[in-house]
Structure formats: structure tokens, C-alpha cells
């Protein structure tokens, strides 16, 4: 039996977080609501795949600061970089060379893209990629994979969602929605739609593979269709291959967006692609001008040095191969132990190895949330916060296997929820889905 911990110190600052903060939490995924109660620890340090809590309790890690720090937690080579950098000054009057170095060295890593231009947030990114398509095509509609959680914080994408309060309907009817690898839900759209689509916007992959067909058929859609193709790779860039998934799968995006992983939680995000398009938010064409990605901090010094240090390891180590193999380690011995523990149907291993979610089902074997909250309860006390399975550079073998033994415990936790009811082994509330209109109304499910 692993040791258990107590969250006194926890405790005792939520209500501080929430008096300051809307939410507790400035991003919302990582808010009280998507932990369980009573276990929802406040971070002092990590180094690594390992964090520590206020309460000086250690816990393996996933999710990884929202899947940004791919080479764990103050990773050195990195901190030195940006401390370097520092050092020299991180915001000028003009560019610095480093915002050419950092430019060229990504171009060289993602051979689909011809130029590309940094910002500090994902969001930004996929915004401006949006807002290029419309510039070119005259387009005002935009179509984007409904399967994918998440685009950006801005309205295009968040008014598609159900907490779309301030967001005004005429925004909402420009955002249409297709299915992952459905080439007909395309057509469909294209149909409905015609001459109206600037664009459509996915990520590469997901939980299930990329149908290379469908995603051939797309790309011929849009070219006859006048409509620019986005991939959002924040999550599948520097995971699923160093040149992001556009490169493994050899598809050439129109536009692509990049984050996340690139500057190891550092805050640098990109916005990539073909010349003829991102040329428009440049000085020397004759076409109306494009106001693309342009913000104080965007190629703040210290960020892009990062990202530097993050492609230069990406060049010596073969850091998405190690991904892979702890993935697959991982995804062995947790099926394993839910075999074991007979838990077949109930809780489940999705997705790609570098990038790994589990499922929770209840005892009718319908999606539960509040098995997850137990799940996670039980993982929390044995020191793993897992609110996905998503590994890092940092997660060697020992980490992995260590992650299987406590799941295996939480497992067996859960069987017997299964058998005897949940309320009889959940402490606290349930968690509750980050997009609903209100903050009460899944209380009472099971
Ligand atoms: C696929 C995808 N696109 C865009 C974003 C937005 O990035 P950011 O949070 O840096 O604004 C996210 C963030 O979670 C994401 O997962």
C-alpha cells in the first residue's frame, strides 16, 4: 500500500484563491471544479515528472502544465537559456537577432512551413490563423472539428461552446461544426454553405488515428472549395514528431498553429504556414494589409530563448521516441491491471501513447464523472495528480511503473464502488465538465 497524504495547507488557501481569483484558478482547466474535493493540492515546486504540494506531500505528475512542459519540470538546459538571455535583455525597440535565429530554427524543424510568426498564447495563434482566412478568402463562416475540445479562448471558438454568455449570436452563426475523419460531414457543410467557408480548422489527431484518406479528401474539398486549411498542432507539435504530426503524416497545411511544448512552459506559441497567406500581415505586397499577431510581449527574449533550447535538445535526443515507449509501457500495464481488477468496459486507455486519457464509466457502464472524481481521489491520496495520462521527457521506466501500482490501487477502490455505490467511497462532490452554462447543474448525477 502506498503511503497516503494529508491537504491541510491546501485546504486552508482555496478560499484565498478564490477571493482573488474568479475560479480559483487562472485557467480554468486546472480550476477546483476538475478535482476532487478535498484533494486538490496547490503546487510549491516541480522538478522533473515529481511536484510538490504546500503541504510537502510529492506526487508524480501528468498533464504536464496542460501538456506544455514536454522535457519536465525546470528542465536545466532550458532554464539556462532563458536565464542567459535574461541577462542580455528580453524587449527592445527593435528585433532582436535571437526573434531570426528562433524563426529559422523552427522553419527547419517543421519543413511544411514557409514563415512563421510567435506570440505568447495558443489562442492568439489559432485567432490570427482564423482571421488570415477570412483576409484571404473573403470568407466570413468557418468550420471546426466538433470532436476537438478546444481552439482558443476567443469568441469564435468559445461561443460554439455551451458557456458562451457576452458572446454575441451574429459570432456564434459564423462557427459551423464537422466530425473527425467524417468526410461527409464536410460535404455536408460545404453544400449548405456554399462559397461561404473561409476555412476549416482541426487537429491533426485525437483519440482516434488520422484516416489519411479523410484527410486527403479534406484538403481537396477545401482547394476546390477556396478555403484554407489550419491544423492546430498545439498539442500534437513536439509529441508526435519533432516537425509536429503535419510532418509525420506529410500533409501540408495551409496555415498551422504551434504552443504548448515548444518553449518547455515557457510562454511561446506560433503561428506557421504557407508564404503566399502569412506574406499578407508583411510590409512589401501591394494587397490590403493583414494586422497579424502583433503584441508587446510576442517574442519576449527569455521565451524564445527557451524555445531555442527546447529544438536544440529535439535535435540531440530523440525525446517523442521516449514519449512513445513510456506511453506504451504505460498503456500495457494499466490494461493489465484492469484486467486484474476485472474493470474491463469501465475504466478505460485512450489515445495516443504521448498523449494518453483515461475513461470512467459507472456500473451501466455510461460515461461517470463521478468515477473519475474517485479515481482521481484515490490517485491523489496514493501521490500521482493524473488528470490525463499525458507523460513527458521526465517519465522514466521507475515513474511509469510506479503510476501503474498506485492506478492499480485506485483500481481496486473503484471495483468496489462498482459493487457497493460510489457515494459509499467518494468524500467530496463530483467533478463537472469545464464547458456548462451553469456552475450547479450536474451535481446530482451519477
Ligand atoms: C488544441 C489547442 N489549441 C489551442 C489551444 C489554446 O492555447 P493557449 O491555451 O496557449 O491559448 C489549446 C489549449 O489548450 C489547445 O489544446
Not at 32 to 38: A, G, K, N, S, V
Not at 295 to 317: I, K, P, R, S
Not at 352 to 360: D, G, K, M, Q, R
Request: with cysteine; net charge negative; hydrophobic share 40%.
Amino acid at each position: 500500500m502506498v503511503q497516503r497524504r494529508k491537504f491541510h495547507q491546501s485546504l486552508t488557501v482555496q478560499e484565498r484563491f478564490h477571493k482573488a481569483i474568479p475560479g480559483g484558478s487562472h485557467t480554468y482547466a486546472k480550476g477546483d471544479d476538475q478535482y476532487p474535493e478535498f484533494y486538490a493540492p496547490y503546487i510549491e515546486s516541480g522538478k522533473g515528472c515529481r511536484v510538490w504540494d504546500l503541504d510537502g506531500n510529492e506526487f508524480i505528475e501528468y498533464g504536464m502544465g496542460l501538456r506544455a512542459v514536454n522535457l519536465g519540470h525546470a528542465f536545466e538546459p532550458v532554464i539556462a537559456a532563458a536565464h542567459q538571455q535574461m541577462l542580455k535583455g528580453i524587449n527592445f525597440s527593435r528585433p532582436a537577432m535571437l526573434e531570426l535565429e528562433t524563426a529559422e530554427a523552427f522553419l527547419n524543424l517543421v519543413p511544411g512551413a514557409e514563415m512563421v510568426k510567435f506570440a505568447k498564447n495558443g489562442s492568439d495563434c489559432t485567432t490570427a490563423a482564423i482571421k488570415l482566412a477570412r483576409a484571404v478568402t473573403g470568407k466570413s463562416k468557418i468550420a471546426i472539428c466538433g470532436d476537438h475540445p478546444f481552439f482558443s479562448i476567443d469568441d469564435w471558438f468559445i461561443g460554439a461552446t455551451k458557456v458562451n454568455a457576452g458572446i454575441p449570436q451574429s459570432t456564434k452563426d459564423l462557427t459551423l461544426k464537422f466530425k473527425f475523419n467524417d468526410i461527409k460531414s464536410v460535404e455536408r457543410l460545404f453544400n449548405k454553405n456554399e462559397g461561404e467557408i473561409a476555412c476549416i480548422i482541426m487537429e491533426p489527431e485525437k483519440y482516434e488515428p488520422l484516416d489519411l484518406e479523410f484527410a486527403s479528401a479534406l484538403q481537396e474539398l477545401c482547394k476546390k472549395n477556396n478555403t484554407l486549411f489550419i491544423l492546430d498542432e498545439m498539442i500534437t507539435g513536439f509529441r508526435w514528431h519533432k516537425g509536429g504530426a503535419q510532418t509525420l503524416y506529410n500533409i501540408q497545411p495551409d496555415l498551422s498553429t504551434f504552443g504548448k511544448a515548444m518553449g518547455n512552459g515557457f510562454a511561446v506559441a506560433a503561428l506557421a504556414g504557407k508564404r503566399e497567406y502569412m506574406e499578407l500581415g508583411g510590409l512589401y505586397h501591394d494587397k490590403e494589409r493583414v494586422f497579424l499577431l502583433s503584441t508587446t510581449h510576442g517574442a519576449e527574449g527569455h521565451a524564445l530563448a527557451a524555445a531555442n533550447a527546447v529544438m536544440d535538445f529535439y535535435q540531440q535526443e530523440d525525446v517523442v521516441e521516449h514519449m512513445r515507449v513510456q506511453g506504451e509501457r504505460l498503456r500495457t500495464g494499466l490494461e493489465k491491471a484492469i484486467e486484474e481488477h476485472q474493470l474491463q468496459g469501465f475504466i478505460g486507455v485512450h489515445g495516443h501513447p504521448a498523449c494518453l486519457v483515461f475513461s470512467t464509466r459507472n456500473q451501466d457502464q455510461q460515461p461517470s464523472q463521478p468515477f473519475r472524481t474517485l479515481f482521481m481521489q484515490e490517485c491523489i491520496k496514493r501521490g500521482l495528480v493524473a488528470p490525463n495520462i499525458v507523460n513527458s521527457f521526465a517519465h522514466k521506466s521507475a515513474d511509469t511503473d510506479l503510476t501503474i501500482e498506485i492506478m492499480s490501487e485506485a483500481m481496486a477502490v473503484y471495483r468496489n464502488a462498482l459493487d457497493e455505490g460510489v457515494s459509499n467511497y467518494l468524500e467530496g462532490r463530483s467533478v463537472q465538465p469545464v464547458y456548462r452554462k451553469w456552475n450547479h447543474e450536474h451535481r446530482n448525477k451519477t
